[in-house]
């Protein structure tokens, strides 16, 4: 063989390897700046949330934010410029890339409009059913889609043509193109946003966006810088890669030694909360505490009675027989009748999310840690809850709730916790006959444990779902009826008892998480503010030990979780902001004028927060952040008069009160 193709044989694979090789590094280098520009987007949005925190705290928070940030925006970065060498706009000519941009960005709003439209139209044809309509939304997409298409080209034609005329004046390069969509869409999303969305939403928590549209822009910056410092390309990207690294790390030792400090990130920072909330189980976190941790301590000698605890959500106490309400609900009346009530008690917030986690922790609402999903709030797991303390204590535990996304496994809200057996089911009156079946099967066996059950019914919070009302008379009439929907339920649960003698009858406890405004002080609904209509919620208790009679002292719902444990026949637990009312409801302590509530509206979601309230006695103070109010609820429960300046004294009592309830609410409940 001549010596040229002995030496072709082997330098053809050395070539191809080297060709290989090259191929390979160019791709890489393609991707060195979409690696370095989304490290900078990544910095910007962990620096936006760790704004505000203290140092170490705010370094993990910007981890977290980089662990996310940095593969989605790299991962869009690489999107963006692939599909920018597949589309090569640069080649259209300059006014059709105008017009094809400017049709594009019509289009979008024109299908979005459409839709919007299209929605409402659907809904009064199929009154909102959602099986209808999600069988209709996709048709009109679609129409709407194809419309646009059918009108692309002679539109784009025709701007084409109108920034033909343009250009020979304005030169239109792809930039001031680019420049002009963008100021497009901040003033149309603005007069958007302004005219048409904020009225009929009310409030919205906008945060969770703000560090991901930070990061998106610093995306952008670096590219754009990227092409200007080609000089200093090594130092940028050195710099910006070494601090992403270093974030990224700062993340890591967060999440493996410092679980109580990835847990308030958790609750506090919206887009770091997810990265924690996505990437690490929490639930593992609480799953290394034993029960035997918060087993709470037996009080000698006091019997472990059966407790079932009944909330109803969504009741004002006016509405109901013992608060000299119209409703009819013999059950509840019955109970009164037996049992005690408490005349002024209540709810720690005007929402479910808010009230609830606060009546089964026992802590104040502004002390709770969480993170809201959905409609609830994913309590934090090191809260300790009810169901878990009486099942440590002994008990058996039972839930039959209305709602999965409160109590739902998926929904991890962790409300489910402690709760041995659990079933869930929307309307009330099939979840009480469930719970019924299983209280006759318990019956029917040897229980040597005693029972805690919790029924939670949702009939009054849907009380529209009966009609449009036409005033505010047949508004009322409505609701009563939803609140004698939630009483059958509730005596449906009670008929499971019917054979016990008095002396082994459960002790029942009846309360709601908030009220519902019916027109009051200008509000339909709840969640808006703190006046009586919202948060003014019945609270009665009947079974043996439990006297006879009416406590006019003031007490908050947030007092729950210690009065049961006491009623169990255990020390309510230190280090709640509850107090224990057992010795209220047995009689051994009579009612005083000094009795004191406070509630609060948490920012987050759909809340605007900011609002707090504070009762003592009969005064109740409510702070709007700015303006204060004063009233006389017992002589003015429509909160009318305002004695704000009338009655000085009271007055800075209860301001200096509400100050310090509001600023324990900074206070880590975990100390
Ligand atoms: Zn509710």
Not at 482 to 490: E, G, M, P, Q, Y
């Amino acid at each position: 063989m001549p010596w040229r193709a002995q030496l072709g044989k082997i330098a053809r694979p050395l070539a191809a390897e080297r060709a290989k090789r090259t191929k390979l590094l160019a791709a890489l280098r393609w991707l060195v700046p979409s690696a370095v520009a989304a490290s900078g987007g990544a910095l910007i949005a962990g620096i936006s949330e760790a704004y505000g925190l203290e140092l170490s705290l705010g370094a993990y928070a910007a981890g977290f934010v980089v662990l996310v940030a940095l593969p989605t925006l790299f991962a869009a970065s690489v999107l963006a410029r692939g599909l920018w060498r597949a589309w090569q706009p640069i080649e259209l000519d300059r006014p059709r890339l105008a017009a094809w941009t400017a049709f594009v960005w019509l289009a979008t709003f024109t299908l979005a409009w459409a839709m919007f439209q299209g929605t409402w139209v659907l809904a009064g044809m199929t009154a909102f059913k959602p099986m209808s309509m999600s069988f209709a939304e996709p048709l009109l997409a679609v129409a709407a889609a194809l419309a646009l298409v059918i009108l692309s080209r002679p539109t784009v034609r025709l701007f084409a043509w109108l920034y033909a005329k343009l250009d020979r004046r304005l030169t239109l390069t792809p930039w001031r193109i680019a420049i002009g969509t963008i100021v497009k869409t901040l003033i149309a999303g603005y007069l958007i946003w302004h005219w048409l969305v904020k009225p009929r939403v009310g409030t919205l928590d906008l945060s969770v966006f703000v560090s991901p549209l930070l990061g998106i822009v610093g995306l952008i910056a670096v590219h754009v810088a990227w092409h200007r410092v080609v000089r200093a390309r090594r130092i940028v990207g050195a710099a910006l890669g070494g601090a992403a690294v270093l974030a990224l790390a700062l993340a890591l030792f967060a999440w493996q030694l410092r679980p109580n400090a990835t847990l308030t990130i958790w609750g506090e920072r919206p887009l770091a909360g997810l990265a924690i909330d996505k990437l690490f189980d929490l639930d593992a976190i609480r799953a290394d505490i034993s029960l035997a941790a918060y087993r709470p301590i037996e009080m000698p000698g006091a019997p472990h009675r059966d407790i079932v605890l009944i909330t109803i959500d969504t009741v004002r106490a006016d509405h109901t027989p013992p608060y000299g309400g119209k409703a009819e609900m013999p059950l509840l009346r019955e109970l009164a009748a037996k049992g005690v009530v408490f005349e002024w008690a209540f709810s720690p917030s005007n929402v479910t999310r808010r009230s609830i986690p606060s009546m089964v922790t026992g802590l104040a609402p502004n002390r709770v840690r969480g993170r809201v999903v959905g409609w609830a709030l994913r309590i934090d797991p090191r809260h300790v809850l009810l169901a878990e303390r009486m099942q440590a204590g002994g008990y058996e535990t039972a839930g039959f709730v209305c709602c999965y996304g409160f109590w739902g496994k998926a929904f991890r809200t962790g409300l489910q916790r402690g709760l041995q057996h659990l079933e869930i089911e929307p309307i009330g009156i099939k979840l009480a006959s469930q719970a019924r079946a299983w209280l006759l099967a318990r019956e029917k066996r040897p229980n040597n444990k005693p029972l805690f059950l919790w029924m939670h019914i949702l009939e009054p919070h849907g009380w529209q779902a009966l009609g449009a009302p036409r005033n505010d008379d047949e508004r009322k009439r409505f609701y009563d009826r939803a609140l004698t929907a939630a009483d059958v339920a509730a005596t449906q649960l009670m008929t499971a008892f019917a054979d016990r003698k008095p002396e082994s009858a459960p002790i029942v406890i009846i309360a709601s998480d908030h009220g519902e405004a019916l027109g009051e002080h200008g509000q339909p609904f709840h969640s808006t503010d703190l006046y009586n209509a919202q948060i003014h919620v019945p609270f009665v208790i009947a079974g043996p030990g439990i006297k006879q009679g009416r406590i006019s002292e003031t007490v908050s719902l947030t007092d729950l979780t210690p009065t049961i444990l006491e009623l169990a026949g255990f020390e309510p637990p230190k280090g709640l902001d509850g107090r224990s009312l057992a010795d209220l409801a047995t009689g051994r302590r009579a009612s005083t004028e000094n009795g004191v509530a406070f509630a609060a509206m948490i920012k987050d979601r759909s809340n605007p927060g900011g609002i707090t309230a504070v009762l003592r006695g009969p005064w109740k103070l409510i702070s709007n952040g700015s303006a204060l109010e004063l009233y006389n609820v017992h002589d003015d429960p429509g909160e009318r008069v305002n004695y704000a300046v009338s009655q000085p004294l009271v007055f800075g009592e209860l301001r200096r009160l509400l100050q310090q309830r509001t600023s324990d609410g900074v206070r880590s409940p975990f100390d």
